[in-house]
């Protein structure tokens, strides 16, 4: 049982290939431990977005009741985890002039620049997730942490946009909401990620993260301590199973064990002449498959997922500067040599990531496929910070996360 003076908090992934809900406990000191843990398998998820919306209410129930059941705690509220390919992300710049010049800057003036930050013209229908603030700019003068106390005419800041379709937010959100639990905030996944695996040093010096899903790839990186620049591809380790179906001429289960049990994201020859026979449970004649085609095939598909990543981000001017490397997490970091190949095809260095500064399970911390859950459990601790300090004008400037939409 929880401690009196501790809180509870509670991170939900809905994803393609399983529903994960990790539980928290935040003590009177600030320290996170993850105290418990639930899966599901999940049916009504299609590329990280709800397709079936009484399946995934289902499927929701059974990780939040296993994840009750571990922790020994009633869960009443979650930090909900949400990707697709229809989120974007953008960096955008707000203004306000000081009146009169000869005057400091205060916390009026602070609040009005990052409120016109956020006036954004986004497309129809569409809704930020995150205004994450970046650096302010007093008179042109950049990467100014904190102006308070300055003077100059004009106060800028940086601030960086993730958002995508309000209604497709709302069908995860619905979901949770019809077991009676709380959505406090939604949480973009490729964020919650970076937060359980990067540590302060690593955002300052530049690091890539990459979650390889099942149905999408989410992307995130950090440079100089912020979020420079985010994004989602509509490719996930499903379809790197469809691509052995169809390359191997077996149905998606087999080739789903296959992936599992001999699939690698190299391409190496280490495995040349190999094959492994397919028992047939249908009576058909026994047959084998040649795993270093397989392998091939395998490698085909996750080098240009890691190919397309590297384009986005050239074209961005955002790879340069990336001097910690790259964090690889999600099931498809499972894939023996993952890590070299986006090495490779990146041009850095890259590791699975590994959850940093929380204590707990063991079992779901050094799990890739965990970070993202992992890393709501931690938004929600940023969330949960004492009343003085979110009144400070220096803490609250120096907060990452500038704002979070909650859609209600």
């Given at each position: 049982m929880s401690d009196s003076s501790s809180l509870v908090l509670v991170g939900l992934e809905v994803g393609t290939s399983k529903v994960c809900a990790v539980v928290g406990e935040l003590n009177a000191e600030g320290g996170l431990s993850i105290i418990g843990l639930g899966q599901a398998r999940s049916r009504g998820v299609r590329k990280g977005e709800v397709v079936d919306a009484l399946a995934a209410t289902d499927d929701i129930r059974d990780a939040v009741a296993e994840a009750e059941q571990m922790a020994n705690v009633e869960v009443r509220a979650a930090y909900l985890g949400v990707t697709g390919a229809h989120i974007r992300g953008f960096n955008n710049r707000g203004r306000h002039n000081i009146v009169p010049h000869d005057r400091g800057i205060n916390e009026a003036d602070a609040q009005a620049v990052v409120r016109n930050a956020k006036a954004i013209n986004l497309p129809a229908h569409h809704h930020p997730v995150h205004v994450v603030r970046q650096h302010f700019l007093v008179d042109g003068q950049d990467g100014v942490l904190n102006p308070a106390g300055m003077l100059g005419a004009q106060l800028e800041v940086d601030v960086h946009v993730v958002y995508g379709l309000y209604n497709r937010f709302q069908n995860p959100i619905r979901a949770v909401r019809a077991l009676q639990l709380d959505v406090p905030a939604i949480v973009f996944n490729g964020i919650a990620s970076a937060l359980a695996v990067l540590t302060p040093e690593d955002k300052e010096l530049g690091a890539l993260v990459i979650d390889l899903g099942a149905g999408v790839t989410d992307y995130v990186v950090y440079a100089g301590g912020i979020v420079r620049h985010t994004g989602v591809l509509a490719v996930g380790g499903d379809h790197v199973t469809n691509d052995l179906a169809c390359g191997l001429k077996v149905p998606m289960g087999r080739a789903e064990e296959l992936k599992i049990q001999h699939g690698s994201a190299l391409a190496d020859g280490s495995v040349k002449g190999q094959t492994v026979s397919?028992?047939?449970?249908?009576?058909?004649?026994?047959?084998?498959?040649?795993?270093?085609?397989?392998?091939?095939?395998?490698?085909?598909?996750l080098e240009e997922t890691f190919q397309i990543i590297a384009e986005e981000l050239d074209g961005a001017g955002a790879l340069q500067d990336l001097r910690a490397g790259v964090f690889l997490c999600g099931?498809?970091?499972?894939?023996?040599?993952?890590?070299?190949?986006?090495?490779?095809?990146?041009?850095?260095?890259?590791?699975?990531?590994?959850?940093?500064?929380?204590?707990?399970?063991?079992?779901?911390?050094?799990?890739?496929?965990?970070?993202?859950?992992?890393?709501?459990?931690?938004?929600?601790?940023?969330?949960?910070?004492?009343?003085?300090?979110?009144?400070?004008?220096?803490?609250?400037?120096?907060?990452?996360?500038?704002?979070?939409?909650?859609?209600?």
């Open positions: 397919l028992v047939n449970r249908h009576g058909f004649p026994e047959r084998s498959v040649n795993l270093e085609h397989l392998r091939r095939i395998m490698s085909v598909r099931g498809g970091a499972r894939a023996p040599g993952i890590d070299k190949l986006a090495g490779r095809i990146l041009g850095l260095p890259a590791a699975i990531g590994r959850t940093q500064s929380i204590s707990g399970l063991v079992s779901a911390l050094d799990q890739p496929e965990f970070a993202t859950g992992i890393g709501l459990v931690k938004f929600g601790s940023f969330q949960q910070e004492p009343q003085r300090e979110r009144t400070s004008l220096s803490s609250r400037l120096r907060a990452t996360l500038a704002n979070v939409l909650q859609l209600s």
